[in-house]
């Protein structure tokens, strides 16, 4: 059974910065794209970053370019949203979810195929 477990949300101050994971159980990486997605509360669920099954295929949101940097670890089946620079704005629930689908990797939450429970993030000072 496939699973995703997100961990290391919390609270950080603005211009901070917190790494977020995604651990996925029951499949490899390298069948997967996967993605990160956000949601804060009264709004609809927003593609943040996502990588390909090849891991070669980044994408991100115009919102967090620059700040946000998605990577995997293929061998703990892992992949990383890095937030730097967060804005009181980034607060939301984070989510990750997968998506079997080879070359690119897609931000649109309609593709996804799994999804994990997901972990609180707040900026706040």
């Known amino acids: 059974q496939l699973q995703l477990v997100e961990s290391g949300g919390g609270l950080v101050h603005p211009g901070g910065s917190l790494r977020i994971s995604c651990v996925g159980s029951?499949?490899?990486?390298?069948?997967?794209?996967i993605g990160w997605f956000r949601q804060a509360p009264g709004k609809e669920r927003e593609g943040v970053a996502c990588?390909?099954?090849?891991?070669?295929?980044?994408n991100y949101a115009d919102s967090v370019k620059g700040r946000f940097t998605i990577s995997r670890d293929t061998a703990k089946n892992t992949v990383y949203l890095q937030m730097n620079s967060l804005k009181p704005e980034d607060t939301a629930v984070y989510y990750c979810?997968?998506?079997?689908?080879?070359?690119?990797?897609?931000?649109?939450?309609?593709?996804?195929?799994?999804w994990g429970q997901g972990t609180q993030v707040s900026v706040s000072s």
């Open positions: 979810a997968a998506e079997r689908v080879r070359g690119l990797c897609h931000r649109q939450a309609a593709k996804q195929d799994y």
């Open positions: 029951g499949f490899t990486l390298e069948d997967y794209a």
């Open positions: 990588i390909s099954a090849s891991g070669i295929s980044r």
